[in-house]
């Protein structure tokens, strides 16, 4: 049972390291994108990192993630990978299709998503029909 004088930390069941990691976790990759990349890499990053804090933050998570959706994802960061770089890397046309490429696999990320809530709402109804 925890008393007034159990750490905080151990009280919420997180990790002693936890109070400093996360935190860190967070700030270095925005800080290192601003500094590396500029504004628009660095608010690019801080996006990314607000949805997935948020989507963890709804959890806890008992979904299945199927085999698709797995190389889906794969398929979806290495399209923006390869958008970010031609983005930091290059100058006049080819930046701005670095930013198509990106805007390509943020188009690529929401179909992939809505693609997998179709598919478990079909396992869902045939496990409901098979009842």
Known sequence: MPTSRTPRSAR??????AA???PL????????AFALGGPSLG??????LAVTL???AVGPWHVSVSSTFARGLA???VVALAGVTLVLTTDGVAQTIGWGVVGVAAVLALALAFFEVGLSEDRDRAASTDR
């Open 54 to 56: 948020v989507t963890l």
């Open 12 to 17: 919420s069941g997180l990790p002693s390291w």
């Open 20 to 22: 400093i990691g996360y």
């Open 25 to 32: 976790a967070v700030a270095v990759p925005i800080v290192l």
């Open 75 to 77: 398929v979806v960061i």
């Open 43 to 48: 608010l690019f990053v801080a996006a990314v």
